[in-house]
């Protein structure tokens, strides 16, 4: 069960990041904006169960399953190795989540002042 929670994690994140062009890119203005509103509803989700829960809900439905987390994320140990700083999970979630919350209202503002195309 642990396996496919996490891996259902996976999808989402992935779906998530592989979302922001999208949001950028016009052609397709309905699948710019389910990207904006998936994007946003992600954050929201995940900050909500961070005040309720204090992590992620997938991560504490894997730990419920019986799954385990070394409480160290690849970002922070990709800024390690890269820059020789250690940021705290909090500070890398907020910068992260704040400039990503940017972008999305960003493109809703975008969305809203270019004509519909055809």
């Known amino acids: 069960m642990t396996t496919i929670i996490e891996f259902i994690h996976a999808l989402l994140m992935v779906a998530w990041v592989a979302s922001f062009p999208f949001m950028f890119w016009h052609r397709w203005r309905v699948l710019s904006t389910?990207?904006?509103?998936y994007v946003v509803s992600f954050i929201v989700v995940n900050r909500v169960s961070h005040y309720i829960?204090?992590?992620c809900i997938l991560?504490?439905?894997a730990r419920w399953a019986g799954g385990t987390w070394d409480?160290?994320?690849f970002t922070v140990k990709f800024a390690r190795y890269?820059?020789?700083?250690i940021p705290s999970n909090r500070q890398v979630t907020y910068v992260e989540q704040a400039l990503i919350l940017i972008a999305a209202i960003g493109a809703f503002i975008v969305m809203?002042?270019?004509p519909r195309s055809t």
């Open 34 to 37: 389910w990207s904006a509103i």
């Open 59 to 61: 991560t504490r439905m």
């Open 53 to 55: 829960l204090g992590e």
């Open 71 to 73: 409480n160290e994320w």
């Open 112 to 114: 809203r002042r270019c």
């Open 82 to 85: 890269v820059f020789g700083f």
